[in-house]
Each structure stands twice: as structure tokens, then as C-alpha cells.
């Protein structure tokens, strides 16, 4: 197996990090994890060596901490397994959280963002992965999205970072010019499910803030009833819209990112290129709580309530760049996603 390459994968041991380093690693690239466990568990690295049957390493370390930081890149240099390319998932992620705490979503996302790219320069690491989100779109006026639409002021803190910290990369891209810094921008939708082994899923820390985990526990009795947020939106139904995608097929996208990055044609020009990922499919909220009780033969406890801070009306994907230019298309449907999530769920009740 091609093991040239090795990738550092921060945020490693979360939920779109886990799966992304199995894919990348049955893909033939190595991987090194790196994470500070705030929103995860060591079990996650667990569940990932024993998908890859191969002891992956791991470095606790805060993105934020400059110095550890730069020791992760110098002991797999000692180790002759130099890091040559990152993606970097570690963010505090909770759009609600995010408006009750903004310093500490700008100081975690934005700082820890500036801190590796300083790390990734002195190193003399050229190539970047960067986990975005639809949510740099801010409330669009048209949908479906494209890379084209219109950065919008965001909606939340949360998504203030995320236009931030794309903004500090393409800076970083155009400054840094003893490297050829090359970066790509991966502007997920929502994505939902897991490992289809159930040896890996979506694991955060307390009460969940993303849908289908709180679906799942909801269902499962773990929790009190899912509550709706806000029924009365301008929408079909009058529950918010998404475009949900099956996480195996967001790993795979990062897959095909670093293959470009990778890619020899690419070489010798600095660039930073942003991708949508999601299925070009809107969802709504009931939507997808109806289709979980019929693939799942399970009913969700869940109430009507309020809207909830920060979020968008309807937003969901047109992802032909990501079709084009990087290959990649989602290929697993929603009734699989929500499968591969009870699945995971069942493994807690
Ligand atoms: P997650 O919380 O499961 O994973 C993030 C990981 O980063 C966690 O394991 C956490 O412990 C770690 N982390 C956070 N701050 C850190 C820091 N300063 N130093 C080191 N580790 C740190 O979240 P996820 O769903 O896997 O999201 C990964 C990335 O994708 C995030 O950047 C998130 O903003 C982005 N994203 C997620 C979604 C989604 O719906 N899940 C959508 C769009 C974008
Ligand atoms: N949502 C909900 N109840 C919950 C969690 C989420 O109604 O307990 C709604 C939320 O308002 C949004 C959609 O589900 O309309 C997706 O939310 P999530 O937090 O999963 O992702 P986001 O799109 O906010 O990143």
C-alpha cells in the first residue's frame, strides 16, 4: 500500500474526523490523529485502529497549543513519516452554544485556525484541507447554494468563525510564498449516520445539538422528546430545511480533496478552492423524523417548539464543482443514513 503521504487529521477522534482517517487510510495514505478530546472520546481512536487493523498514531493536543503543536510535526519528522498534508477538522461546532459563548467559539475555531497555519508555514507543510460549512452562506436568498452564492453575514458566531477562519487561509495562501500553499475549502451540508460496521459513529459529549443524534437518543428512550425547533418557517411544512448526507460519503470527498491537492497537475501554483458537499436535496425536519420511524420501525418522542437562535431557513447544496473538478457525488441515500444511524444508536440502549 502507496503510504507516502502522511496526513495529520485534527479533530481526529470527532465524528466526521474518525471516519474521514478510516477512508484515508483505506485509501493508502497514513494518518496521524490529533485531538483534544473536549467533544470526543478515546474510544473513537480505538474504533478507528481496529477498522484499519494498524495502530494509528495519536497526540492529545490543543490546536491552540503552538508549542505542542509543533512538536507533533517534528516527532513524525524524527520518525522519518514527515506530515505533508492537513486537514483540520477541530472546532467547537454547536450553533446554539455558540451564541450563548461567542469569545470562546472566535478563541477555539479562529485561534486554533491561525496557530497551525503559523505551525504549518514554519514546518514548511504546503498543503490544507479546511472543514467549512454551509453555513458561511449566512440566510441565502436563493437555493439551491453554489460556491458562487453570496457570503452572507453569518447567522450565528458559530458560522462568524467559519467565514474567519476561510478568510485567514486564503490570506495565509496568498502570503506564504516561499511554499506553494494550496488549500481547499470543504463546505459540508449536514452530515448524518455512521460506519456501516458500527464500529465508529457520532459520539458528543451531553446532550446533543445536531438532529439525528438527538433523533436517535430520543428514540432510543436516552433522552427527553426530540423539540422541533420552530414550525413556522416559510417553508413546505414549516420546519427548517437541510441537505443531510450520508457521513461515509463525506469522507470520502476528503479522499478525493487530498488526492487533488496530491494531484502532479496541481503542482506549482498557489491556490484555495472551495467545494459545496452536500446531495442537492432539501429535507425538512419532520421530513426526516418521519422517514427515521419508517426505515427504523421506531417512533421519535419529539414536541412542536420555538425556533431556535441562529439557525437558517432553508439551505441545502448544488455540489457540480465538487462533481467536476474533484469526482466526488454523494452515492448512499437518506433512508441508509438514518439506518447506519439507529444502528449505531442500538449499540447504547
Ligand atoms: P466533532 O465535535 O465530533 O469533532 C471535532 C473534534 O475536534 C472533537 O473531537 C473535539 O474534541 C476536537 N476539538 C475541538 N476543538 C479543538 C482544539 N482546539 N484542539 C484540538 N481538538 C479540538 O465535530 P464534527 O461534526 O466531526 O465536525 C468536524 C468539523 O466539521 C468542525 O470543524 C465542524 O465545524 C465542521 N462541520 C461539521 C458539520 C456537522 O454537521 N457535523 C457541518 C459543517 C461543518
Ligand atoms: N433541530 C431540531 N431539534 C434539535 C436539533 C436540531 O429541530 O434538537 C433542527 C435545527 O433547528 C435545524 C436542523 O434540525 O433546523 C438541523 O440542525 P443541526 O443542529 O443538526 O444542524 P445545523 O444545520 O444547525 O448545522
Redesign the pocket.
Known sequence: MNRTESILVTGGAGYIGSHTAVSLEKAGFRVILLDNLCNSDISAIEGIRSLVDYDVPFYQVDCRDKESLGDVFQSELENGTPITGVIHFAALKA?GESVEKPDLYKDNNIGGTRVLLEVMKEKGVSKLVFSSSC?VYGEPENVPVNESSPILPAVSPYGFTKQECERLIQDHTKRVTKQTFQSVLLRYF?PIGAHPSSVIGESPKGVP????P?ICKSAAGLSKP?????TDYPTPDG??V?DYLHIMDLAEAHVSAINFLFDKSQINRPFCRAFNLGTGVGTS?LEVIKAFEKVNGVSVPHVLGGR?SG?VVSIWSESLRAKSELGWYTKRSLEESLKDAWNWQKKFI
Open positions: 450553533v453555513t449536514n445539538n445536531n438532529l439525528v438527538y426530540l423539540i422541533v425547533f420552530g420546519s427548517c437541510r425536519v431556535r439557525d
